[in-house]
């Protein structure tokens, strides 16, 4: 397994990489991003907020059927509201980094990268924060649940910060993947959402990146014990996490006039649903192999949990068009 044989310099080294990236190839909120540039302008009837059919609600029949109107209004309104919820996870993740610095002894590479981390997401809060204020629209974001619970969530950093780096990959990974399937799909997009989200995906690479490293790293010291923990925990953030940021909550559900049975359609009851749920998390299925996470036990939950399939060969391999 690669990850078990993880060089201590190789990895110090590694962090003082993506440290000097940070310092040479960052963005600044407000600097960047040309907001007052008139092909940013948002116009809420504009059509390039149609969803595309690689989105799972794009793709329903009950949405390819309503009227254009409508179409532009309940995909603005998504596209909006998947901003915000990159937000909010943002928030408690920045949180939860400084709580792991905290008490760093020092002359540790973690403590500068951890810090550009949290100086980008800052970034990105102000960035999806303009961005929801210019639409004028008044979306939720993450679920209730989650928003209840994020205050808490990054006392984990400080106490168990192995399962901490578990859960920020059960967040960053959905929310990277939605990102890149849509820049992917070719289909048109509003320009402004569209910059956000090349910035946010091109620096976020470097925050996958980290938590990849420092679980690759920290596998190793696990005793017997806490690798078994860990390794049903995995698959379990994963699909907690990414339904608490993926699904949308009741009153988003109720502005957006989804039925329910088209909700439970679309988060997690049709086939191709299901396989955009799997396509999530083929890189930590990838890591969970490299880091002996992946057991007999282990692998059990995954597929009880809807989220087993192919590990990826490479960091950000695509997803196949079948499996």
Not at 102 to 112: I, K, T, V
Not at 127 to 150: C, I, K, W, Y
Not at 235 to 248: F, K, Q, S, Y
Request: charge should be negative.
């Amino acid at each position: 397994m690669g990850g078990i044989g993880v060089d201590p310099t190789n990895y110090q080294d590694r962090l003082q990489t993506l440290s000097e990236a940070s310092v040479e190839h960052h963005f600044d909120a407000f600097v960047d991003i040309g907001w007052d540039d008139p092909a940013y302008a948002i116009d809420p009837e504009d059509p390039r907020w149609i969803l595309p059919d690689v989105d799972p609600l794009g793709r329903t029949e009950w949405y390819r059927s309503l009227p254009r109107a409508r179409q532009i209004e309940v995909g603005f309104y998504r596209q909006t509201n998947v901003v915000k919820v990159g937000l909010q996870f943002e928030q408690v993740l920045i949180a939860g980094l400084m709580m792991y610095c905290l008490d760093l002894p020092n002359g540790r590479a973690e403590f500068r990268y951890s810090t550009h981390e949290a100086t980008e997401e800052c970034h990105h809060t102000q960035m999806f924060q303009e961005f929801v204020n210019r639409t004028g629209l008044d979306v939720p974001g993450a679920h209730s649940l989650f928003r209840a619970l994020g205050p808490f969530l990054p006392l984990a950093a400080k106490h168990v910060p192995f399962i901490f780096f578990v859960g920020v990959l059960g967040g960053e990974e959905p929310i990277d993947h939605v990102q890149k399937v849509m820049l992917r799909s070719g289909h048109p997009m509003h320009p402004l959402l569209e910059r956000i989200s090349q910035i946010h995906v091109a620096e976020e690479a470097r925050h996958i990146g980290f938590a990849h490293q420092f679980l690759e790293h920290r596998a190793p010291r696990l005793g017997f014990r806490q690798r078994s923990v860990a390794s049903v925990l995995t698959p379990v953030l994963m699909r907690v996490l990414c339904d608490a940021i993926v699904v949308p909550g009741p009153k988003a559900l109720r502005d957006m006039g989804i039925p329910r049975e088209v909700a439970r359609e679309v988060w997690w009851g049709s086939e191709e649903s299901r396989k955009f749920l799997r396509d999530m998390f083929g890189d930590v299925r990838m890591l969970a192999e490299e880091t002996g996470l992946m057991n007999p036990v282990s692998r059990r939950v995954w597929r009880a949990l809807g989220i087993a399939g192919r590990p990826n060969r490479f960091r950000s391999e695509p997803a196949p068009a079948a499996d």
